[in-house]
């Protein structure tokens, strides 16, 4: 009877060592899936972080990154950094918009349209109004060119002797989406920004929107990309519309690919570089092209180059005072990813969308002459 009672004692302590076995091993294991979450997240936390911190290295060349010559500057040239300025509170009112709840409006139609058809017999005269005098150290032809690089420019690098492959087809995209223009009363808007917004109604998008649809009505092959690139952050804008343009790019011959801004030189309502074309109004436009002067590999610069003055010869011709002269630069701009790569300028911020449009339409027509 006494050896029963003891077996009996075994038997309970035994079963409460093993519950308390049980208890333990649970409670370690919460506390180790804990700590493995918090690392995983600060692991998360980490790569994030790198991104953000990554300036470009997604348009280095092999070269570039075995050699150490990627410059910071030449990555996040925020806008073209000779000509052109940015204020601070630009690059703040576009970082806060999600705190203001900015919603972004894509690919919605504009209820007013513009009607104004401007063909290719026209009469054009200057406007100093709200205008610069022009600044250029180089000619061929009819064409100027600012040249701002460190190269000397030859004459084999002007004369446009370059043919366009598969000519019909054009990328069009925006690295600085939101930028926009004068409110007027056409096209009135509330800006999210220093002369920015999110509402493609009004900002880079609905400019190349137009050039799209005139140069569709010629039998182009456009395409016309509307990612925001410089929203919600403005910095690494160039690497993120790198990435667009080479995935929309892939596969495919195209040489004219042009990236849309707007100029931001001055600021306000002070400078908006427009010409008379049949008595309206139209935004001036001008190319810049880049070079390898900035330490980034650009072997095809020289035919950016050319195309560029084979473009604005053309134009000159058809309407004299639309273009603005050609600004040739060392930052690379994302230009080595085709052979007509190019920044197109359109107007700046005293300009008004409806003088922007009408450059767009007076373009199509001059691409549709150099194509055929």
Request: glycine letters at 6%; one cysteine or more; charged letters at 20%.
């Amino acid at each position: 009877m006494n050896v029963a009672v003891i077996n009996l004692r075994d038997l309970i302590k035994y079963i409460l060592k093993i519950a308390f076995l049980i208890t333990l091993l649970f409670y370690l294991g919460k506390i180790l899936y804990s700590s493995q979450d918090n690392i995983l997240k600060k692991i998360n936390i980490n790569v994030d972080t790198a991104q953000c911190l990554n300036f470009g290295t997604a348009i280095l060349s092999s070269y570039d990154k075995e050699n150490n010559k990627y410059r910071v500057n030449n990555i996040i040239d925020m806008q073209l950094p000779l000509f052109t300025t940015l204020e601070n509170t630009e690059i703040t009112n576009i970082e806060v918009e999600e705190k203001q709840e900015i919603n972004i409006v894509q690919n919605t139609e504009q209820t007013q349209e513009n009607q104004t058809i401007i063909g290719t017999t026209v009469t054009t005269e200057k406007v100093l109004e709200k205008n610069l005098a022009e600044s250029y150290n180089t000619e061929y032809t009819n064409v100027k060119i600012n040249n701002k690089s460190d190269y000397t420019i030859t004459q084999e690098m002007l004369i446009p002797d370059i043919e366009i492959n598969n000519s019909k087809s054009i990328l069009i995209y925006h690295t600085h989406t939101c930028e926009s223009y004068t409110p007027s009363e056409t096209y009135n808007y509330t800006m999210t920004g220093n002369y920015r917004t999110t509402d493609s109604n009004y900002n880079m998008i609905r400019v190349g929107r137009e050039l799209e649809t005139f140069l569709t009505q010629k039998g182009f092959n456009v395409i016309h990309d509307g990612t925001y690139h410089d929203y919600p952050a403005y910095s690494g804008s160039y690497d993120r519309s790198y990435q667009t343009a080479t995935n929309l790019l892939y596969g495919k011959n195209i040489d004219l690919v042009f990236d849309i801004h707007r100029d931001a030189v001055g600021s306000g309502d002070t400078y908006g570089p427009t010409v008379m074309i049949n008595g309206k109004k139209v935004a001036q436009l001008m190319f810049v092209v880049g070079t390898d002067g900035g330490g980034l590999e650009h072997p095809n610069w020289i035919e950016n180059f050319k195309i560029a003055i084979k473009i604005q010869a053309k134009a000159n011709e058809m309407y004299p005072g639309l273009f603005r002269p050609i600004i040739l630069t060392n930052s690379r701009y994302n230009q080595h990813i085709a052979r007509g790569a190019s920044i197109i300028e359109v107007g700046a911020t005293a300009n008004t969308l409806e003088e922007c449009l009408l450059s767009m339409q007076c373009l199509a027509n001059v691409l549709e002459e150099v194509c055929k």
